[in-house]
């Protein structure tokens, strides 16, 4: 293994992206070669790379080429690189599904900062990560268990001063569910749901769901 590794981030939300490659692109282990906000867009700007990348962190819900559907286009244009991804999702089925398009690892969102970058050391040396709650449902669904719903750790890391139903409605953001989806579950009106996004987003100082989960990030111990 040669440092510093050539590292690509393919990730829409542009305070995940910005803050993924603060952080990864500081370490001396990691040249940052080339951001992008979609596969296309990365297969696009792959020619002007000033080092082909080596690791690639890629999000999986991508507007136009979902990650998993852009695996096999990255890997013909980089056969060597190993690709790691990143989601808010964590069913069994699309960890599968992500495996078996090519990629070395899968991680949720919510992982540290400091934990997202040994993971992928540990795929430049070989390995194979998984976030925790990934390898319970994989684990589970190859066992034939019910796969109960994920840990979710970002009421430890959000203000107290956020009302249990805005919890809920973060969570809810945080599995990756519409404004609609989340009133469904909660039973209550969009436009109730509406409020409550004001009111975190007003209590957090941020102005979407992409600064929240970066908010999320930033306040994980590195």
């Not at 293994?1 to 590292?7: D, I, N, Q, R």
């Amino acid at each position: 293994m040669t440092f510093p590794m050539a590292l690509a981030i393919i990730e829409d939300q542009a305070p995940i992206r910005e803050t993924l490659n603060e952080y990864l692109c500081a370490q001396p282990e990691f040249q940052c070669v080339l951001t992008a906000d979609s596969v296309e867009g990365f297969l696009h700007a792959l020619p002007a790379a000033a080092r082909p990348p080596q690791l690639i962190l890629s999000d999986i819900g991508l507007p136009g080429l979902t990650g998993i559907q852009g695996l096999p286009l990255i890997q013909e244009r980089l056969p060597e690189a190993q690709i790691l991804m990143l989601s808010v999702y964590a069913d069994a089925e699309r960890v599968f599904q992500a495996l078996r398009a090519g990629a070395v690892g899968y991680l949720l969102k919510n992982t540290p900062l400091a934990q997202l970058k040994e993971h992928l050391l540990q795929v430049a040396a070989g390995g194979s990560p998984m976030s925790p709650g990934v390898a319970r449902y994989v684990v589970q669904a190859f066992a034939g268990h019910p796969v109960p719903p994920p840990m979710l750790p970002l009421e430890s890391l959000l203000p107290e001063t956020l009302t249990s139903r805005e919890m809920e409605i973060v969570r809810g953001i945080e599995d990756g569910l519409s404004y609609k989806l989340i009133a469904e579950r909660h039973h209550i009106s969009l436009d109730t749901v509406r409020n409550h996004i004001r009111a975190v987003y007003r209590k957090l100082q941020v102005n979407s769901k992409g600064e929240l989960m970066a908010h999320a990030l930033k306040r994980r111990p590195h």
